[in-house]
């Protein structure tokens, strides 16, 4: 058989967590987000369990929000550290079941078979149920359809197949490959591929380019001019459903670190904004001097209150691991900003020297 891509995706996951160890939470409206105060200043929801959703709460919504739409939620903290491990356990269940795993973040990831994927997916749904956790499968040719599959596994028998957040939504397994890839996603607009966001389905359209259809049919030049040599033929790629097939089972190794904090008041002393920078890039270097990193660039990002984002960086003179050394280099690029208007959101990133 040939060989085909599964993409597992955990369903609620972080909420799917606390009912874990919190199973009288069960079947409650359960959101995740912040230090669990839904009156916390910009914090966002990170997780919302299929009851809260029904009131309307999305991942992404301001917890004040989310508040105003479901005030009977049970708010709970992030808990990075306790999801983290799960994850582990999660992807070590995965290696058992299924031999070699790509993971794309704590909730999902990509394996392979070239047996029957069908029964591969139902043995993989079975080891995830006996840690108490759900999950749905996505079957593909390639990893683009198989992420795509797992939205049309989760449905609830509708034969529109949109990925549901209803309540006690259902999750199951779906198979999407060239041989249903017109049928199925031909008609949608390209905004529903994996890899395509808002503003580029937009330029598209601008260019009559509206659905996945329109995008196959779409002339090589034009998305060339519009999008670049590499970019505006990639799009056309995803148009017709390819996508990469080799499963990446070594951690990625990062090439930066990089820690931002919005602040739940805007900062107008220019002093206390020189103590935060230098707060987060020392977070920054010694994560980064823990794993025996050095860095040789620094930069740092600041967004006011308008939303104005600006970033400026400094190549540092030799490669460094010495903490002190990129405190200073981002407190002297802080010095460098015209900061006019109040700051919302402060942060720092080092670059890495690759490992040889």
Same mark, same amino acid.
């Given at each position: 058989?040939?060989?085909?891509?599964?993409?597992?995706?955990?369903?609620?996951?972080?909420?799917?967590?606390?009912?874990?160890?919190?199973?009288?939470?069960?079947?409650?409206?359960?959101?995740?987000?912040?230090?669990?105060?839904?009156?916390?200043?910009?914090?966002?929801?990170?997780?919302?369990?299929?009851?809260?959703?029904?009131?309307?709460?999305?991942?992404?919504?301001?917890?004040?929000?989310?508040?105003?739409?479901?005030?009977?939620?049970?708010?709970?903290?992030?808990?990075?550290?306790?999801?983290?491990?799960?994850?582990?356990?999660?992807?070590?269940?995965?290696?058992?079941?299924?031999?070699?795993?790509?993971?794309?973040?704590?909730?999902?990831?990509?394996?392979?078979?070239?047996?029957?994927?069908?029964?591969?997916?139902?043995?993989?749904?079975?080891?995830?149920?006996?840690?108490?956790?759900?999950?749905?499968?996505?079957?593909?040719?390639?990893?683009?359809?198989?992420?795509?599959?797992?939205?049309?596994?989760?449905?609830?028998?509708?034969?529109?197949?949109?990925?549901?957040?209803?309540?006690?939504?259902?999750?199951?397994?779906?198979?999407?490959?060239?041989?249903?890839?017109?049928?199925?996603?031909?008609?949608?607009?390209?905004?529903?591929?994996?890899?395509?966001?808002?503003?580029?389905?937009?330029?598209?359209?601008?260019?009559?380019?509206?659905?996945?259809?329109?995008?196959?049919?779409?002339?090589?030049?034009?998305?060339?001019?519009?999008?670049?040599?590499?970019?505006?033929?990639?799009?056309?790629?995803?148009?017709?459903?390819?996508?990469?097939?080799?499963?990446?089972?070594?951690?990625?190794?990062?090439?930066?670190?990089?820690?931002?904090?919005?602040?739940? &008041? =805007?900062?107008? *002393? %220019?002093? +206390? @904004?020189?103590?935060? /920078?230098?707060? $987060?890039?020392?977070? !920054?270097?010694?994560?980064?001097?823990?794993?025996?990193?050095?860095?040789?660039?620094?930069?740092?990002?600041?967004?006011?209150?308008?939303?104005?984002?600006?970033?400026?960086?400094?190549?540092?003179?030799?490669?460094?691991?010495?903490?002190?050394?990129?405190?200073?280099?981002? &407190? =002297?690029?802080? *010095? %460098?900003? +015209? @900061?006019?208007?109040? /700051?919302?959101? $402060?942060?720092?990133? !080092?670059?890495?020297?690759?490992?040889?």
């Amino acid at each position: 058989m040939a060989t085909r891509l599964l993409h597992v995706d955990l369903d609620q996951f972080q909420a799917a967590v606390e009912f874990r160890r919190r199973p009288q939470l069960r079947g409650q409206p359960v959101i995740v987000g912040g230090n669990g105060d839904p009156t916390e200043a910009r914090k966002v929801v990170t997780c919302a369990s299929y009851p809260a959703r029904g009131f309307g709460v999305r991942a992404g919504m301001p917890l004040r929000q989310a508040v105003r739409k479901c005030p009977d939620g049970v708010f709970l903290p992030v808990d990075l550290a306790f999801y983290q491990e799960v994850s582990d356990d999660i992807m070590a269940t995965l290696g058992r079941v299924a031999g070699g795993v790509e993971v794309l973040g704590m909730d999902e990831a990509f394996v392979a078979t070239t047996a029957d994927p069908w029964a591969l997916a139902n043995e993989i749904r079975s080891a995830i149920t006996e840690i108490d956790l759900t999950c749905a499968v996505g079957i593909g040719d390639n990893k683009l359809t198989a992420k795509l599959a797992t939205g049309f596994a989760k449905q609830v028998g509708k034969k529109t197949a949109e990925p549901s957040n209803e309540v006690g939504a259902a999750t199951g397994i779906f198979e999407l490959t060239a041989a249903n890839w017109r049928e199925l996603m031909g008609e949608r607009p390209t905004s529903a591929l994996w890899g395509i966001g808002s503003r580029i389905a937009k330029r598209m359209e601008e260019l009559g380019i509206a659905t996945v259809n329109d995008l196959m049919a779409a002339d090589p030049a034009v998305l060339a001019a519009e999008f670049g040599p590499n970019t505006g033929p990639y799009l056309r790629v995803l148009g017709h459903g390819l996508g990469d097939t080799e499963l990446v089972t070594q951690p990625r190794i990062p090439v930066g670190h990089s820690k931002s904090e919005t602040f739940p &008041t =805007d900062l107008t *002393d %220019r002093d +206390e @904004i020189r103590g935060e /920078v230098a707060r $987060l890039a020392g977070a !920054v270097a010694e994560e980064m001097a823990a794993e025996g990193r050095v860095s040789t660039r620094v930069s740092v990002t600041v967004r006011t209150k308008s939303f104005q984002t600006r970033s400026k960086q400094k190549k540092l003179a030799e490669p460094t691991a010495d903490v002190a050394a990129i405190v200073d280099a981002a &407190t =002297d690029i802080i *010095d %460098r900003f +015209e @900061i006019d208007r109040p /700051v919302r959101l $402060l942060g720092v990133r !080092v670059e890495m020297l690759p490992i040889d």
